[in-house]
């Protein structure tokens, strides 16, 4: 089975903080995600990676960044954060070839940030 | 631009009932694939049922099927013989043949009662 981890079920970080949020899958998948969740607005692309060191901004990438410098792992990181940025963050990963394109999720990280 | 919409927040049904959640999407694609995601309370989001747009046949899996209607743009959902464990939020979900990230709708939160 795939397995998707997270660093942290829960975080709090005061503003201002630089904030990494980890994720490792053991599938050897390509693509990996990151998705911001909020009650009422669903899930949104906050930025997704095709392979090693390669990244795409998603819909809502401002105030992160990522990094992929392994397969397995994809960080995302909040350079300063603030308070709009609590919020649950869910972690996917798939693989590139044709086939069903189903994404497997880590249990997400519940970020507060004071 | 793709969107996927998830009209009803919430939903009830009673234990043993059936229930339909319903899902529909805007494409100007003619491949791609629909998913329904499942998401526990405070777990984690798994993949209920996938459907390929260029099969006809509705997807099934166990107590779970679709009614997929391509010309209409609507994938619903249906629970059949509901049980309490299946009380969650669910997802609708599209994403295009090139297998990027999902586009997913605001989610569904179903109750179930004994």
């Known amino acids: 089975d795939v397995k998707v981890t997270q660093s942290s079920r829960y975080l709090v970080k005061r503003t201002g903080e630089k904030v990494f949020l980890e994720c490792v899958q053991d599938m050897d998948h390509e693509n990996m995600f990151w998705y911001r969740q909020d009650p009422g607005l669903g899930l949104r692309l906050i930025y997704f990676?095709?392979?090693?060191?390669?990244?795409e901004k998603g819909d809502i990438p401002e105030g992160y960044s990522v990094s992929r410098e392994k397969k397995e792992r994809f960080s995302l990181i909040l350079e300063s954060a603030s308070t709009n940025q609590t919020s649950m963050y869910l972690c996917?990963?798939?693989?590139?070839?044709?086939?069903?394109?189903?994404?497997?999720f880590g249990p997400g990280t519940r970020l507060t940030v004071t | 631009a793709q969107t996927v919409t998830q009209s009803q927040p919430e939903m009830s049904v009673q234990e043993a009932e059936t229930v339909t959640l319903s899902c529909t999407y805007d494409t100007s694609e003619s491949d791609y694939y629909l998913f329904w995601y499942k998401q526990p309370p405070s777990r984690q989001m798994i993949l209920v049922i996938r459907q390929e747009a260029y099969k006809q046949q509705n997807a099934t899996e166990n107590r779970f099927s679709v009614n997929f209607q391509k010309a209409a743009k609507s994938f619903s959902l249906k629970i059949s013989d509901s049980q309490l464990g299946d009380a969650a939020m669910y997802f609708c979900a599209y994403t295009n043949q090139a297998g990027t990230a999902l586009i997913f709708g605001k989610g569904t939160t179903l109750s179930v009662s004994s």
């Open positions: 996917a990963s798939r693989y590139a070839g044709t086939g069903t394109y189903e994404q497997y």
């Open positions: 990676s095709y392979d090693v060191k390669m990244k």
